[in-house]
């Protein structure tokens, strides 16, 4: 009808009305310009040929509008590949959100983190200051939570009981023998979201440097101990080495000190912001797909929010997981669950993370474990139960330009050894 329209130069009416300037008939097709019209029965072939190589909605939509056009193509476009379940499992990894900081703590050993390591079949534990940055290095004849206990019982007697300890979801720490230690001991244990060690930032900080003393110290025949001395005692970025922090005292390391006043009091330099936009929160009901070591395979309806960043998430086999937000992607898809609420299994992967056997390797947990007592995410802790997530303040804007720290040129103030060619 539209090309009998254009032959006998009647007018257009519907959605071609628009492009009517644009549209010719040549040799028996309906051209826009340059591009041939695709009528409705052949558009479902069109668009199955452009998402061959399942590339994304950009490269398809420019690839398309080259060749060919009909009212809505693009938007028919992305609702194929928003369908797509290869393109689904198979997307890119979210995007980094910016670092939620912890307030520094006031006083050394209030906060610490806990995490094991391994070098040359040996299993370490390592325990880290937030505020001194003082490591405490245990060797481990097992990974049982006893044994972790133990180690942890003897460092707590040489520096006192820390009101935080954060760890990860390993066994050791989210046995029922741990939650007990912790409630004898009278410290909160916060942990981070499953298969997301960067939100325990802290204790992987601490198996960072201790894993590298360990191998420098290997490689070279010398003496580890030694080498976690020289640590312990080299200044920081604020001037005090992490033994001043921590004991108020320098320790003697071998070299000639004939230091007798204290330095400066230390200060934590401040972090920058970043320019990473967070993602936006997840209300309970909304459809996901969750992250796994195959990609975005799983369907899965969110439950509750946990922590600033964690969720508790339902499968459709009726499942319940908990997961960053990180690992977590929305869809429009349709939500179908097997189970009625009440046949949830509750906590059977939720609480699953990377462990670390004997060889080093990461491996999953195959049972189900009590959750730990606390979490973290990566964010500040929860100190009580507070108000629900939906009263909860947003997050702080980004600092704008216009809002940075200013300083005065330097050729403002007087300064002998100034050089304004150098500038």
Same mark, same amino acid.
């Given at each position: 009808r539209v090309m009998e329209a254009l032959l006998y130069?009647?007018?257009?009416?519907?959605?071609?009305?628009?492009?009517?300037?644009?549209?010719?008939?040549?040799?028996?097709?309906? $051209?826009?310009?340059?591009?041939?019209?695709?009528?409705?029965?052949?558009?479902?072939?069109?668009?199955?040929?452009?998402?061959?190589?399942?590339?994304?909605?950009?490269?398809?939509?420019?690839?398309?509008?080259?060749?060919? $056009?009909?009212?809505?193509?693009?938007?028919?476009?992305?609702?194929?590949?928003?369908? #797509?379940?290869? #393109?689904?499992?198979?997307?890119?990894?979210?995007?980094?959100?910016?670092?939620?900081?912890?307030?520094?703590?006031?006083?050394?050993?209030?906060r610490v983190g806990a995490d094991l390591c391994q070098h040359a079949g040996k299993t370490y534990l390592v325990v880290y200051d937030a505020h001194s940055n003082y490591p405490e290095v245990e060797q481990l004849e097992s990974t049982t939570a006893p044994v972790v206990i133990s180690k942890l019982s003897s460092i707590f007697a040489r520096h006192g009981i820390p009101l935080e300890v954060l760890t990860d979801n390993g066994p050791q720490f989210s046995s029922r023998e741990f939650a007990t230690f912790a409630a004898d001991y009278d410290f909160r244990h916060i942990t981070s979201s499953p298969r997301f060690p960067r939100s325990n930032g802290l204790a992987e900080k601490g198996v960072k440097i201790i894993k590298r003393i360990l191998k420098k110290t290997c490689s070279a025949g010398g003496d580890f101990y030694q080498g976690l001395l020289n640590y312990k005692t080299s200044p920081l970025? #604020?001037?005090?080495?992490?033994?001043?922090?921590?004991?108020?005292?320098?320790?003697r390391c071998g070299l000639p000190d004939f230091t007798t006043s204290p330095g400066d009091p230390p200060t934590k330099r401040m972090q920058r912001r970043t320019t990473r936009g967070a993602l936006p929160g997840l209300r309970p009901g909304s459809v996901v797909r969750m992250k796994s070591d195959k990609g975005w395979t799983t369907k899965a309806k969110v439950k509750d929010q946990v922590a600033p960043r964690s969720y508790k998430v339902v499968t459709e086999d009726?499942?319940?997981?908990?997961?960053?937000?990180?690992?977590?992607?929305?869809?429009?898809?349709? $939500?179908?669950?097997?189970?009625?609420?009440?046949?949830?299994?509750?906590?059977?992967?939720?609480?699953?993370?990377?462990?670390?056997?004997?060889?080093?390797?990461?491996s999953m947990e195959s049972e189900p474990r009590d959750p730990p007592p606390q979490d973290q995410d990566g964010s500040q802790p929860n100190l009580d139960l507070g108000p629900p997530v939906s009263a909860r303040a947003p997050d702080p804007p980004p600092v704008r330009h216009s809002g940075r720290t200013r300083r005065a040129p330097r050729r403002l103030s007087y300064d002998c050894n100034f050089d304004q060619e150098k500038c």
């Open positions: 130069h009647q007018p257009l009416i519907g959605q071609y009305k628009s492009y009517a300037s644009e549209l010719s008939v040549i040799g028996g097709l309906l $051209f826009k310009g340059t591009k041939v019209v695709i009528p409705k029965v052949l558009r479902p072939e069109m668009l199955r040929k452009l998402h061959a190589g399942h590339l994304g909605i950009n490269k398809s939509k420019a690839k398309a509008r080259r060749l060919m $056009f009909w009212p809505g193509m693009s938007q028919e476009i992305r609702d194929m590949i928003d369908r #797509c379940e290869t #393109c689904k499992v198979n997307s890119y990894a979210q995007p980094e959100e910016p670092l939620l900081m912890r307030p520094s703590p006031a006083s050394p050993w209030t970025e #604020c001037g005090q080495s992490p033994s001043e922090l921590l004991m108020g005292r320098r320790l009726g499942v319940e997981y908990r997961r960053n937000r990180q690992h977590l992607r929305t869809t429009p898809e349709a $939500f179908n669950i097997d189970r009625h609420p009440e046949e949830w299994t509750t906590t059977r992967a939720a609480q699953e993370s990377p462990t670390k056997d004997s060889s080093g390797e990461t």
